[in-house]
């Protein structure tokens, strides 16, 4: 019984362990740790906040795929992604789809 014990104890431990390394992060660190920002991805009204003229926060942009805003994605996956009519995610603000 005494080695369930200290094999529940264990795995008890290296699960804490395992786990204190993201409770030092303040809340929203570790997903934006796991995400960047990807200009021309949103569609109309759904980007996550202001890049520029015609945006102010979430919410704002006025046009799918806008390029002076920007929505979260997984890190890593911005650049790769692939939009209608041979757009893709830019890491930096694009001068295309900005409404007039």
Do not use: H
């Not at 934006?32 to 890049?51: L, P, Q, S, W």
């Not at 795929?65 to 041979?86: E, I």
């Amino acid at each position: 019984m005494e080695t369930k014990n200290t094999a529940s104890s264990a795995l008890f431990g290296a699960l804490a362990l395992a786990l204190s390394g993201t409770a030092l992060l303040a809340p929203g660190q570790a997903a934006a740790a796991e995400t960047e920002k990807c200009f021309g991805v949103a569609m109309a009204g759904k980007n996550d906040c202001a890049a520029g003229p015609g945006t102010t926060c979430a919410g704002t942009s006025k046009v799918d795929y806008q390029g002076n805003s920007w929505k979260f994605v997984p890190k890593g996956t911005c650049t790769t992604m692939m939009l209608p009519g041979d757009r893709q995610g830019s890491l930096d603000a694009l001068t295309r789809d900005v409404p007039a």
